[in-house]
């Protein structure tokens, strides 16, 4: 707060905790999710990503748009409009915007016919997915990819199925769908089981037993995969520059790596697996907009060894760092909280 008061203290409509510390699933490496809802681009100067001894933390404010898009229900991560716990707000008017959009989003979860059109988007998605999945031949790492993509999208129909959300974060996503009323007959085995694939063969066997599944469930609804004609068109890939670079390697940090180690810790190969797609989605974007290598981390994944995936990980953020080294970037790392002081001074290397 006292950062917002001395750089843009018109600029903040609104502050608010959200994530594990809000639901209460916390654990020692729990890391702050801090929202910050912004009214114009002074605000950007509070953006901050940095590591605090073995925990990172990323600081990036918002503008409006993406909780009214949120408020529409297009997907299950809706959590930021109904359980965050605030602790600023601008004026009263702020409150009452956010109090509409939270009734918009109550409503929008009720409203059948959207929830139909929106879970229809994610069947094309899926169907789109298995039939991308049965072409590959040998490139494990893209089937995993794709295989990822398939098991967020059916995560999506079957929260919105039941007119529900992801109240207690990823990890938590598999015991909260087994336990829903609405679900397709043998979804709960093959749903479980998906993540225990470990080569293509599998992967394909799997993805289409737990996907005609689900589409036979859908049919009876109603629901017609529908083609999605997906001639999509990359940009020119440009060279990287420094800009580009500053903070990623803190949000790698923030977003994924002790995600890693807890799934060692609580034994989790769905966690394991979740959190390297996602990170793997992150190198690809890179690798998509910019002319650098692209970090393989997927195609290691080992539901065998939850240890060794850890490695692979941070053998993979050990390349990225090559890259801020290649720039001169700092790592905004700070040992304790005293030095923290520091945050938006200069930042401190790594050690």
């Known amino acids: 707060m ?3 008061k ?13 994530g594990s510390f809000c639901n209460g ?14 009214r114009d681009e002074k ?11 073995d925990v990172a933390m990323d600081i990036y404010t918002h503008d409006w748009t993406s909780f009214e898009r949120m408020a529409d229900y297009p997907n299950p991560y809706v959590t930021k409009l109904l359980d965050l716990d605030i602790i600023y707000t601008h004026d009263d008017s702020v409150l009452e915007h956010y109090q509409r959009l939270q009734t918009k989003l109550k409503k929008s979860m009720n409203n059948d016919s959207l929830i139909r059109a929106n879970i229809q988007t994610h069947f094309n998605s899926v169907m789109s997915n298995l039939t991308k999945l049965n072409n590959v031949d040998n490139d494990l790492g893209f089937a995993y990819r794709l295989l990822g993509h398939l098991i967020k999208d059916i995560e999506f129909i079957i929260y919105m199925l039941n007119k529900a959300y992801i109240k207690r974060g990823t990890k ?34 799997k993805a289409n037993k737990l996907g005609e599944t689900l589409k036979v469930f859908l049919n009876q609804m109603g629901f017609v995969h529908k083609v999605i004609d997906e001639k999509e068109e990359k940009p020119e890939k440009k060279p990287i520059e420094a800009s580009n670079l500053i903070g990623t390697y803190e949000e790698i940090y923030s977003n994924w790596k ?45 539901p065998d060894d939850l240890m060794s995936n850890v490695t692979i990980f941070n053998a993979c953020m050990q390349e990225w760092l090559k890259l801020y080294e290649r720039f001169g970037i700092e790592v905004n790392y700070y040992p304790s909280l005293t030095e923290l002081e520091d945050l938006y001074s200069k930042p401190k290397t790594i050690k």
């Open 172 to 205: 938590r996503i598999p015991e909260e769908i087994i336990s829903m009323e609405v679900l397709p007959t043998n979804f709960k085995e093959l749903y479980l089981d998906i993540v225990n694939v470990k080569s293509v063969a599998e992967i394909k066997e």
């Open 43 to 53: 605000a950007k100067c509070l953006d901050k990503c940095f590591i605090l001894d």
């Open 258 to 302: 002790n995600k890693m180690l807890h799934a060692v810790t609580i034994n989790s190969r769905y966690l394991s697996f979740d959190t390297m797609c996602s990170c793997q989605g992150f190198y690809d974007e890179m690798a998509d907009m910019f002319d650098i290598p692209r970090i393989d981390l997927i195609s290691h994944y080992n």
């Open 2 to 4: 006292k950062q917002i």
């Open 25 to 38: 699933d916390i654990y020692e490496k729990s890391d702050l999710d801090l929202v910050i809802i912004s």
């Open 6 to 18: 001395e750089k843009c203290p018109d600029s903040i409509d609104m502050v608010a905790v959200g």
